[in-house]
């Protein structure tokens, strides 16, 4: 491909830089604010994607917008790249250090500035995290919309510089939805404002454009975005089948009906058993596939188009196996929430029936569910490696989680193959190779798979006009300097071992 | 002035990199918007239109730009499906490449979101002539930058589209509309700040100036015609305090009412039609400017988007005072040929630096 592979400038800053560069942050941060000792930056080393690691030249922690201006300056001075950061939790590496390269560390810029429930808004600092804007919101019968799996620690900043998803964007968009106005700075130190607080707007969607940049186009320092009203009324169901192959039948005829779930969630077997081990969740053990389906609205709606779900789901005219052979509904609050706890937990809890794994978060189209399940199958066998599905089953957003254990010798080199060949399924199926998580470093091999080269350097050329000194997270989303890279060897991230955080 | 008419995408291609200077028309809704300049080169993309694809099942289309928006509502339509957005001036032949380059979603975006919420896939013919693809043909989908947000409201700007997918929705299966007079702004719009922080849920919510200083909402619900009578009895009671009267509308009555709506049938002939992104919060400030003139008005998407409709005598000059006294942008979409964009947009210093990166001989204006 042209252009794009062309070595980085300068990727190590070299030691006559360095000194004076951190000399220089230190002198306009206050103390403490500079970490450079080689214990402090460890737990920098990594983000969720803990295959990668690399080791920060410094980590800056700002608590202030300024001083955030401040630092991008500098480093646009001595040519030092950096990587912003929230809490770390991005899975495709997003937010890996650069080699030679500071982490601006962003968690402390956490306030919420301006909480304005009667237009529906919000204005926040990108270390804010995202359920904290819910909580806020609470009060006012309010809520923010995206729900990645991490959105108990995962931050606003993170969320938009990936255009996070959830497991609710079918109906309600994904991060880039709901963000109606920011601040940036760009890599050079500018500041801009991109948007406002209207819902319209006019001119080209740059707001549009800067979200799901991954941190290439510079960093957000205050983000306006809207909230919804939460709905009157979930109305969830649980159908068990004996065949994936029934399930993703299932999601077809529930799409085809007119009915517009907010949530439809698929699990497969071996996720079912992770799930319960870890939370007992009550699921049916014995099935081979679990359909999530989850309605919302007003009440008096809601009830209509559940009992109308139902028919569909156990429609007399199908057959036996297509038909669930159980059917669960929610019948309270607390079951609804158990019924999503097994869900939002299958992932960490498939760390109890593997030592390793790794997520892929491939798109398809949803006609071709089945077939893609049935591929992944095939794939699991051909590589000898256990593979869980979890996914978001309405929008085609797979999740297949691929078992190895990282102390056999090859076992991570066969599990990374077996992802990028259910990658190259969703590029050849017409889907995409990230729903949710991002390029990040994970998988920027495959983006000049799936675009063109003129595509590729059209996406150059942008982020070359906002950063030609590439500075702002370089190395992330196109295929460059394999340097930047990474040992393979797989720790998993210490919220995910306690359950706090998944991958979906 | 030169008119070219490209019939296939090496046509576009060529087209562009033989034009200094070019414009693009698709269907000529919005003459202000598409009308080429003395010295500027028309490109007529009329002929480049058809859908290229549509699977009811993925909620998925992707159609030629120049595809009349009214084509797709129908093949849509076939399916139970719609636009959700609302695209406008759809009887007058917009199409969808210019529904996108002009981001002209109408009162039904209230529900579920603007153009930018919909589009998924763009080709674009860049200022150099390549032809550029972005985003896809999945609902769901983070890959690379989003290119197809970055052309919402470009006014062709960036580059010449030639090819759209979109997500779109199953339609509901009725709607029913209530219309609420309120003595002065102040009472409507805290009838609008209580349904903003409330669970109901609206296809579309306006708010529309009437006689002598009172105002109207007029909300839209939508969904299975069983329920929808019990619905806006629970929104007749929210609204109680402060409204004077409450009218219903349902059936063919309220299909036209909407379908008018979304034509702008209601701008008088001649007048120049200005769109500006407001906030509900900003509405006084406008109304006090604006009570005493012809200016004829509409509060649309909740109080979030102005449409302004001067007499045809206005000054540009004067417009542009009013919206810059007051911190806000718009966008000229019927009036005399000139510059559409009547105010400095937020983002300047960004824009300029897309701009180089798309169209760095500045063929596009």
New interface residues.
């Given amino acids: 491909m042209r252009d794009v592979t062309v070595p980085s400038p300068g990727t190590q800053t070299t030691g006559e830089v360095a000194g004076p560069f951190l000399a220089a942050l230190e002198q306009s941060l206050p103390p403490g604010r500079v970490l450079t000792r080689p214990a402090e930056l460890i737990p920098y080393e990594s983000d969720a994607l803990t295959a990668y690691r690399e080791r920060p030249l410094a980590v800056v922690l700002p608590e202030t917008q300024d001083e955030v201006v401040a630092v991008v300056r500098l480093c646009h001075r001595y040519g030092v790249p950096f990587v912003a950061r929230g809490s770390g939790t991005s899975l495709s590496g997003g937010s890996l250090p650069v080699p030679g390269g500071i982490v601006i560390g962003l968690n402390r810029l956490n306030r919420i500035v301006r909480l304005d429930p009667r237009q529906r808004l919000a204005v926040v600092e990108p270390g804010v995290v995202n359920l904290a804007i819910s909580q806020a919101a609470a009060p006012y019968g309010l809520y923010y919309a995206p729900d990645p799996s991490s959105q108990p620690v995962c931050t606003i900043g993170g969320n938009l510089a990936f255009n996070s998803g959830g497991a609710h964007c079918l109906k309600y968009g994904m991060t880039s939805n709901h963000v109606l106005g920011l601040k940036v700075v760009l890599p050079d130190g500018e500041v801009v404002s991109l948007g406002g607080e209207s819902l319209e707007a006019v001119g080209p969607d740059l707001v549009g454009l800067f979200v799901g940049c991954e941190g290439l186009f510079g960093i957000a320092l205050e983000v306006t975005v809207r909230l919804v009203p939460r709905p009157e009324c979930y109305r969830t169901v649980l159908a068990a089948y004996r065949s994936l192959a029934a399930a993703g039948g299932a999601v077809s005829r529930v799409v085809a009906s007119g009915l517009l779930p907010g949530a439809i969630e698929i699990m497969d077997a071996l996720a079912i058993e992770a799930a319960e081990a870890a939370v007992k969740a009550g699921y049916p053990r014995e099935a081979a596939a679990l359909l999530i389906v989850e309605l919302e609205g007003e009440t008096v709606q809601v009830e209509k188009e559940f009992a109308y779900l139902l028919t569909v789901l156990q429609d007399p005219a199908l057959t036996a196996t297509e038909r669930p052979y159980e059917v669960r509904v929610a019948q309270s609050e607390a079951e609804r929430l158990a019924i999503w706890k097994g869900r939002k937990a299958a992932f960490s809890a498939v760390g109890r029936l593997s030592p390793d794994y790794i997520v892929q978060d491939g798109v398809v189209p949803r006609s071709r569910l089945g077939e893609a399940l049935a591929e992944i199958e095939r794939l699991s066998r051909q590589y000898g490696l256990r593979v869980a599905n979890v996914f978001h089953a309405g929008d085609g957003n797979l999740h297949p989680l691929i078992l190895y254990d990282g102390r056999e010798p090859g076992a991570y080199e066969r599990a990374e193959a077996l992802a990028a060949a259910i990658t190259r399924m969703c590029i050849a199926m017409g889907g995409s190779i990230t729903g949710e998580h991002g390029v990040g470093m994970e998988k920027r091999a495959f983006l000049p798979e799936m675009f063109g080269e003129d595509d590729m350097e059209a996406m150059y050329r942008l982020r070359r006009a906002m950063d030609p000194l590439e500075l702002a997270n370089r190395g992330k989303m196109f295929p460059g300097d394999p340097t930047a890279a990474a040992r393979p060897g797989w720790l998993p991230h210490p919220l995910e071992r306690a359950g706090v955080i998944s991958r979906m | 002035m030169a008119i070219l008419q490209p019939t296939s995408l090496t046509d576009v291609q060529d087209a562009v990199r033989q034009s200094e200077r070019l414009r693009v028309r698709g269907g000529g809704s919005k003459p202000t918007l598409s009308t080429a300049a003395d010295g500027v080169t028309q490109l007529d993309l009329t002929a480049l239109r058809g859908v290229q694809e549509y699977?009811?099942?993925?909620?998925?289309f992707t159609a030629l730009a120049a595809t009349p928006v009214a084509e797709i509502e129908a093949l849509l339509a076939t399916h139970?499906q719609y636009l959700p957005f609302d695209p406008l001036l759809v009887d007058r032949g917009a199409t969808l490449g210019g529904v996108v380059a002009a981001?002209t979603?109408g009162s039904g975006?209230?529900r579920?979101?603007?153009v930018?919420?919909f589009v998924i896939g763009v080709r674009f013919v860049?200022g150099r002539g390549?032809?550029?693809?972005?985003g896809?043909?999945?609902?769901?989908?983070?890959?690379?930058?989003?290119?197809?947000?970055?052309?919402?409201?470009?006014?062709g700007?960036?580059g010449v589209l030639v090819e759209l997918s979109f997500k779109v929705?199953?339609?509901p299966?009725a709607y029913a509309s209530l219309v609420v007079p309120f003595p002065h702004l102040h009472p409507a719009l805290e009838a609008l700040?209580r349904l903003?922080?409330?669970?109901?849920?609206l296809e579309a919510l306006d708010l529309e100036p009437t006689a002598e200083g009172s105002f109207a909402l007029w909300l839209r619900i939508g969904?299975?015609a069983?329920?929808l009578s019990?619905?806006l009895d629970?929104l007749q009671n929210v609204l109680a305090s402060g409204a004077m009267s409450f009218a219903r509308l349902q059936g063919e009555e309220e299909a036209h009412f909407w379908r008018a709506r979304r034509e702008l049938s209601w701008v008088p002939a001649g007048y120049c039609l200005v769109?500006?992104?407001?906030?509900?919060?900003r509405l006084p400030d406008l109304e006090a400017r604006l009570v005493a003139t012809d200016v004829v008005r509409l509060y649309s998407?909740?109080g979030?988007?102005a449409w302004l409709a001067w007499p045809p005598t206005s000054s540009r000059t004067a417009i542009q005072a009013l919206l810059n006294a007051l911190g806000l942008?718009?966008?000229m979409l019927f009036g005399p040929p000139d510059e559409p964009?009547l105010t400095p947009?937020?983002?300047a210093?960004?824009?300029q630096?897309?701009k180089?990166?798309?169209d760095p001989d500045g063929r596009f204006v």
């Fill in positions: 699977e009811p099942e993925e909620f998925v139970g981001n979603a975006r209230f579920y979101g603007g930018r919420d860049d390549h032809l550029i693809r972005g896809g043909k999945v609902v769901k989908n983070a890959a690379g930058f989003d290119l197809p947000k970055l052309m919402v409201g470009s006014l700007r960036l929705f199953p339609r299966a700040y903003n922080t409330s669970a109901f849920d969904g299975p069983a329920v019990e619905r629970r769109k500006v992104p407001v906030t509900p919060g998407v909740g979030n988007l942008t718009g966008m964009l947009l937020p983002g210093a960004f824009f630096r897309v180089q990166a798309l």
